[in-house]
């Protein structure tokens, strides 16, 4: 997973030895030699993740990280807070100035590695959330942006067989007005999260009533809790499971004996991010319901797309861009042979094989008239083009019948159009995919044609 890091630290020799780690994993690293530095940096570059040192001169790591988090422009960035110092109360500090983890020197790089792709799966979502929310925005479709919720009222599903650990826990959130159930096994738990929508799930690893691990994984495959933050508590022995606990899709994590205060700080962070992405889920919904989906197919408008890829073409910095352009093969055929209703349902049935079919994070679009659109982030060549087979198999293999018992067998072309470094405008990226998609009409139908490079 290749994303941008920022390491913020007085001190050259860690930022040195920091900097040969990341990179060696192919992270995109920059240094920032304090923290009036950083504030500019992490402005100007958007980092996905920062890395901030807590001892610095002129302005420490706490100030640095309350400035980040106060700006608008920088407070959507991840903060890892790297120090010296191990008490909890540090790492309270850190968490309520507005920090995602707080890690110890000399850093475990294991944990490290594990932390920086578990934020940065993290921040890709919510960016993506985000990106969406603001061309909403710009068009005037949503309200005001969101303060910080109070977590009072919030519900916890606390998992764990061993009682005078489970009640601490639970007492500790109490005192945050978080409303508490307990679950002592798998079993247990999932039949829990199936009735009742928790905003946050903390789950020890050193239950001996199953395996933990095995609960982590059917917790982020299930539907109703595969966006629940995970909280991880294990004792210092059981790191190793604490880390796969990461690969896994945990959020966080404690280590025995739990601190209290640090407990509630961590909760409150994982419960307002994710009161924050569902009320921009929610407010989203909305206004793309009012004004930015095509009333046929339910998929988003022309409108919204050439808005919603002009802001993500703005914002790509090398991540990679990908425009499917979509044609429903011979389609006046259907309308000529059986009217226009029946078009328009064969029209609602390719819209939903194509929604099905893609990510969450892409954009499915109706273009007009027969001609679809997909916006897909993140996605490379080779990717794009695999996407692209994937819709166009999709629709071929679909059943559609004209009257009842009648089979009609209906297709599409696709033209895939990429852009990861060089500066290209919306219109032009959307042109590139058309181009191709009349190469493939005109290559015999039904296939995909990459545009041509330049």
């Not at 309350?66 to 909890?88: F, S």
Request: proline share 4%.
């Amino acid at each position: 997973m290749s994303a941008r890091i920022l390491i913020v630290d007085d001190v050259p020799a860690n930022t040195r030895l920091l900097e040969a780690k990341l990179t060696a994993d192919y992270y995109q690293v920059a240094t920032a030699p304090d923290g009036f530095a950083a504030l500019s940096m992490a402005k100007a570059w958007q980092p996905d993740l920062i890395l901030l040192d807590v001892m610095m001169p002129g302005m420490d790591g706490f100030e640095c990280c309350r400035r980040l988090k106060d700006d608008i422009a920088t407070m959507h960035i991840p903060v890892v807070m790297v120090t010296t110092l191990d008490e909890p109360s540090e790492r309270v500090r850190g968490l309520e100035a507005g920090a995602d983890d707080f890690l110890t020197k000399p850093v475990e790089f294991d944990l490290l590695m594990a932390r920086v792709r578990s934020l940065i799966r993290l921040k890709r979502l919510l960016d993506e959330w985000r990106a969406r929310g603001e061309t909403a925005r710009a068009l005037g479709l949503t309200g005001e942006r969101i303060n910080a919720p109070s977590v009072a009222g919030a519900q916890a599903l606390v998992v764990d067989d061993w009682d005078a650990g489970a009640q601490s826990v639970q007492d500790a959130l109490a005192r945050e007005g978080i409303v508490t159930g307990r679950a002592r096994s798998e079993s247990e738990a999932m039949n829990l999260t199936t009735v009742t929508p928790f905003d946050l799930i903390v789950l020890s690893l050193s239950m001996t009533s199953g395996d933990p691990l095995r609960l982590a994984s059917k917790l982020r495959a299930a539907d109703a809790t595969h966006e629940i933050p995970l909280l991880l508590i294990a004792s210092p022995d059981l790191r190793h499971r604490m880390l796969r606990g990461f690969d896994l899709g945990a959020n966080d994590w404690l280590t025995r004996p739990v601190d209290e205060n640090e407990l509630r700080a961590r909760a409150r962070n994982q419960i307002r991010r994710k009161f924050y992405q569902d009320r921009l889920r929610a407010d989203l919904g909305h206004a793309l319901e009012m004004a930015l989906t095509d009333p046929l197919t339910g998929l988003y408008n022309q409108r919204y797309l050439m808005r919603h890829l002009r802001n993500l073409l703005a914002g790509n910095q090398g991540q990679g861009l990908a425009v499917l352009m979509l044609d429903v093969d011979r389609f006046k055929d259907v309308n000529d042979a059986f009217g226009h209703a029946v078009g328009d349902r064969a029209l609602e049935a390719i819209a939903a094989v194509l929604r099905g079919a893609t990510r969450v994070f892409d954009s499915v679009a109706r273009y007009g008239g027969e001609e679809f659109a997909v916006v897909m982030p993140g996605t490379n060549q080779a990717d794009a083009l695999s996407a692209a087979e994937r819709l166009r198999s999709a629709v071929e293999a679909m059943v559609f019948d004209v009257e009842p018992g009648r089979p009609w067998r209906l297709t599409i072309s696709i033209g895939v159009a990429c852009c990861r470094d060089r500066q290209i405008g919306a219109e032009a990226l959307l042109r590139a995919a058309d181009l191709a998609l009349y190469a493939a009409k005109r290559g015999g139908r039904n296939r995909v044609e990459l545009a041509s490079a330049g």
